[in-house]
Structure formats: C-alpha cells, structure tokens
C-alpha cells in the first residue's frame, strides 16, 4: 500500500481567479494552462496498519497539513478504510519560488495516494479528485496544453489535454523576483476579487479570451498567443488591485522586469510575460529565444534564481519511493 507520483506545476495562459463555489473549488472561468518540464514534486503514500498516527513529512505549516490530511481523508473515505498514512514529498524548486506548489503537490498526493489506497481511477476522475485539494492542480494531471471546465457540479468540473507536450516547443523562463513569502493567500485573492467592479466585465469576456488562445495555440501563432497571455495577466492583477481589500502581489522589480519586456518587444523579439498570485514573472518565448531572453534577464540583475521549462508531460507513477 505504497506508491510514489511525480507531478508538474503549471502556468496558465487563461487564469483560474475566482470561484462559484468555494467549497467544491468550482472555477468561476474555464482555465487554459501548460504543465512545467522542471518544475516538479515528488510524493510518497503509504497507508500501513502498523503507523501509529499519520505522519506528513517535509517543511509544511500546521495549516498546510492540516489541508494534507483533509485530502487523505477524501481518499481514504472514497477507498473505505481508516489505516494511518505516511507522506514524504520533495520539489525540484524552491517553495517560495512564485511557482505553484500547491498544484504539483496535490496532484502527486491525490496520484500517489489513490494507488497507494488501491484505487483505479481514471484520468478524468483524477483531475476532479485533485481539484478538491487545490483547483489548479486538476490541470497537472493530463500532459502538455490543458484545459479545465468550470462544470456546474463536481464531476463536470475536470481537466483534459488539448495537445502533448511535444506539440510546441516554447519556454516559461521563471523570474524569481522574491523569496519572500506572499503577503495574500491565493484563497484570499480568489475571494477579494468579486468585490472589484471590473470583475464583471472580466468574467463576460473570458469565454472570447479562451477561444482567442485556443485559436493561436491550434495555429501555434506565437505573437497572438503572447499577447492573448499577457494581457489575460494583466487583467487579472488588474481586478486583483481593485479587490476591497486591493491585493497586489506585483513588487518594483516585478514591473521593471515587465517594461524591460515591452521595451525588448519593440526591439524586435518576441517575448512576453504572464503571472501568478505573486510577484514572480513568467516569460513566455520559442525555443530559439531561450539564451537571448535569459541573457538579457540576467544582465538586469533582477531576481535571484531563473529556472527554464519546456511544456510536460503530466502525473505519472514511479517506483522511485522517498522511503
Ligand atoms: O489553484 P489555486 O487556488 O492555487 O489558484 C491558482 C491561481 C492562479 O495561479 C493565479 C491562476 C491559475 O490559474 O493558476
């Protein structure tokens, strides 16, 4: 009753802000995303009779583990059995990256742990399961380009892959411009936004912002695509920042970075930027961009740590085990 999963963070290109039902994690939007090619979490399950108590290893607060076990005891109660679990769990980027670990995190707990309890689920059934512990880490289930419905009900709300990862051969090059720890949760954001009197307007436009991106994507039209991201991030730190209370996650260097951007697109290449619930900037460019952009990031001594992904592939199992 052991089992070990490797998951992808993952960026997304239509954000996931918002929620209908707060409870189930019901998206207020359909969410378009690309899992991460180095950005990833390793996690061992096991459940054994002969565990005293459960045990979660690793650097979490009492609150994250707290949300840990509450997703264990999803699993186990789908599974119907009460053995005590062992959890080991280890990333290959730093926690406070700007990076969401909370989608590579459940989705390798919701994979490890459902196998580990003996459960055969399938992959949709997966992504609704891992939505319960974090939304975004549905889309970190299937490979490559993903896209996640908002569904009216539980189990209409999944993630499936649009295309793999080899479709298209672009970059997120990860800026680091903070190791600090955010001031605002995600969850926070996620309720502060219906309060902004843009958020509205944001939400009657998004089903158009999907099927723009989705068509640069299905064309590979790389300048529509960028700008399509760029500015479905930019709305959404917009609604953010007119939230009561405003959240702003964005830091100087956050903006100085994205006027570099700008300036370096007038110049000729193409780069664009997108970012999380955090002052961390992603930026987006093809294959034969990568050493340019990453030159001209390095050179402005802005952030502390670059890390440089290609799309990835999704949830897999490993015989691997952290213990
Ligand atoms: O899955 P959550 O609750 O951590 O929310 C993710 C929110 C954003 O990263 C800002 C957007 C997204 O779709 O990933």
């Known amino acids: 009753m052991k089992a070990t999963a490797i998951a992808p963070s993952n960026i997304a290109f239509v954000k996931f802000m918002g929620k209908k039902d707060e409870s189930l994690r019901l998206p207020t939007n359909d969410s378009l995303s690309m899992c991460l090619s180095d950005a990833l979490t390793t ?38 059995m009460t053995l005590h679990v062992r959890v080991a769990t280890r990333n290959t980027f730093p926690k406070s990256a700007g ?10 707990l919701t994979v490890a742990a459902s196998h580990a309890a003996g459960l055969s689920l399938q992959e949709q059934e997966l ?21 996640w419905k908002t569904g ?36 926070d954001a996620h ?16 089903k158009k912002t999907l099927e723009n991106i989705q068509k640069a994507l299905e064309k590979k039209d790389f300048d529509a695509f960028g700008l399509l991201a760029e ?24 903006i100085a970075l994205l006027t570099h951007v700008w300036r370096w697109r007038k110049t000729g290449l193409p780069v664009y930027a997108t970012l999380d619930a955090g002052p961390t900037v992603h930026l987006l460019c093809q294959a034969k961009d990568e050493k340019d952009v990453a030159l ?8 502390n740590d670059i890390l440089i992904n290609k799309p990835g592939s999704g949830t ?8």
């Open 316 to 323: 897999r199992l490993s015989q691997e085990h952290l213990f």
């Open 99 to 108: 990076i969401a670990s909370s989608a590579s995190g459940f989705a390798a």
């Open 231 to 254: 500015q479905e991030a930019l709305n959404m730190h917009a609604v953010m920042l007119t939230a009561m209370p405003p959240v702003c996650y964005m830091l100087p260097d956050t």
């Open 43 to 80: 996690t061992t399950v096991e459940f054994s009779e002969k565990l005293p108590e459960d045990d979660i290893d690793g650097t979490f607060s009492e609150s994250e583990k707290k949300r840990i076990l509450q997703h264990i005891d999803r699993i186990r109660k789908h599974a119907g």
């Open 152 to 187: 009216e009900t539980t189990e209409k709300s999944f993630a499936y892959s649009l295309y793999p990862p080899s479709y298209w051969d672009i970059r997120d090059i990860v800026v680091v411009v903070s190791k600090k720890e955010k001031p605002i949760a995600t969850s």
């Open 127 to 147: 992504t609704v399961l891992a939505r319960l512990g974090s939304g975004s880490a549905a889309r970190s289930i299937p490979e490559g380009f993903v896209l």
């Open 191 to 206: 309720r502060a936004v219906r309060t902004s009197p843009f958020f509205p307007t944001r939400l009657a436009g998004m």
């Open 296 to 303: 001209r990031v390095r050179s402005l001594g802005i952030g």
